[in-house]
């Protein structure tokens, strides 16, 4: 029930407390926002290859882009997310090739907003 409202806050705050009961719409609608990658991250648990395959063909590069940076936010924070979260974040590598797992850090290539306002999520829903 905690994570749920704590989740809540982070859509009030982000996504301008979207719906995201359609995932598909909700998708496109923070698609070009350069924040959705913060709620795939943190909702890894969702569909998101189903999503994907909705997506028209001009929407789909940037899905790509997003889940990847999601993806590597997920294995390069690791240990601080589970520090504050008290768990690990599993994200499934759907569009890099296996060895992105090990070295996500050298692939990784982010804005120093983008690494803050990771931090930040994490502290919303902490």
Same mark, same amino acid.
Not at 45 to 64: G, M, N, P, Q, R
Not at 70 to 90: H, N, P, W
């Given at each position: 029930? *905690? ?6 806050? *982070? ?71 589970? $520090? ?11 569009? $890099? ?9 050298? *692939? ?7 690494? $803050? ?6 502290? *919303?829903?902490?």
């Amino acid at each position: 029930m *905690l994570i749920t409202m704590k989740r809540h806050l *982070l859509k009030k705050v982000y996504f301008n407390n979207a719906d995201d009961r359609n995932l598909e719409r909700f998708t496109l609608r923070f698609l070009s926002s350069g924040l959705l990658w913060i709620y795939i991250a943190l909702n890894p648990e969702k569909k998101w290859s189903h999503v994907y395959t909705e997506l028209a063909k001009k929407d789909k590069s940037l899905f790509i882009k997003e889940y990847n940076k999601a993806f590597f936010f997920t294995m390069t924070y690791k240990e601080l997310t589970r $520090l504050f979260l008290g768990k690990e974040i599993v994200l499934k590598n759907l569009f $890099l090739s296996p060895s992105a797992e090990t070295s996500a850090e050298a *692939l990784l290539r982010f804005n120093r907003s983008d690494d $803050l306002r990771w931090k930040e999520a994490l502290e *919303l829903i902490c």
